[in-house]
């Protein structure tokens, strides 16, 4: 079965980069990491996806490690508006973890 | 405009009295998702369709069934609600599966539907 770790929180200050880590040691070949996001008492929001290469949006960076193994996601400059819980899923699935619970101080 | 439209928003039900949550889509996406979340825990997938290929997880109850009768709609019934199935219900779809090049694309997400079980 597909997993991924992630923290289960981090803290970070308002305008400071932030850089979330996951883990997907058991992922295949042509299986995509996709991250999510969750504002408090919103849906999920679509962040980022990805295969091999790295990938940038207007959101946000995603920096994918050679092996695939592992990914994280870069918030360049954190506002209080990313206060979220952080999820990063395999498309195989698309089974949710634990997330990571971004905190942003003024 | 919504893409994923969930109904009803609110839902209160009696123990036991059965309830259909409905989700409809504008996308015309190939996979439609209902997943349960409890508060303060992660989306819990309960099951996918991919076309009218339904696609049950292990360990979601019996007490849940779906049906999708086209590409647009599904709906989510829950035969006898008990008060551990009070959740945030939410409905997803994405293009498809995989082996697309992009691979599925991202999940869409509704705005949810919150059962009450009284």
């Known amino acids: 079965d597909a997993k991924t770790t992630q923290p289960n929180s981090m803290e970070s200050n308002e305008e400071e980069p932030v850089h979330l880590p996951c883990n997907h040691s058991?992922?295949?070949?042509?299986?995509?990491i996709h991250w999510y996001r969750q504002l408090p008492s919103q849906s999920p929001e679509y962040v980022i996806h990805g295969l091999t290469s790295n990938v940038n949006n207007r959101m946000a960076s995603l920096a994918i490690a050679e092996d695939r193994k592992s990914s994280t996601l870069i918030l360049h400059r954190a506002t209080l508006r990313d206060a979220a819980v952080y999820y990063c899923?395999?498309?195989?699935?698309?089974?949710f973890g634990a997330g990571t619970r971004l905190t942003v101080k003024p | 405009d919504a893409m994923v439209i969930q109904n009803p928003r609110y839902q209160v039900t009696q123990f036991g009295k059965p309830v259909t949550l409905s989700c409809s889509q504008t996308?015309?996406?190939?996979?439609m998702y209902w997943y349960q979340q409890k508060s303060s825990q992660a989306p819990k997938l309960l099951f996918h369709?991919?076309?009218?290929?339904?696609?049950n997880e292990a360990d979601t109850p019996d007490n849940f069934q779906s049906r999708r009768p086209n590409t647009s709609f599904c709906f989510l019934d829950i035969r006898s609600p008990g008060l551990g199935d009070a959740a945030m219900y939410l409905c997803?779809?994405?293009?498809?599966?995989?082996?697309?090049?992009?691979?599925?694309?991202?999940?869409?997400f509704g705005e949810g539907s919150r059962l009450t079980v009284l």
């Open positions: 996308l015309n996406h190939n996979v």
């Open positions: 997803a779809t994405s293009r498809s599966l995989v082996g697309l090049a992009g691979g599925p694309g991202e999940l869409f």
């Open positions: 899923i395999h498309q195989m699935g698309m089974r």
């Open positions: 058991t992922i295949s070949g042509t299986d995509y």
């Open positions: 369709y991919y076309d009218k290929d339904f696609n």
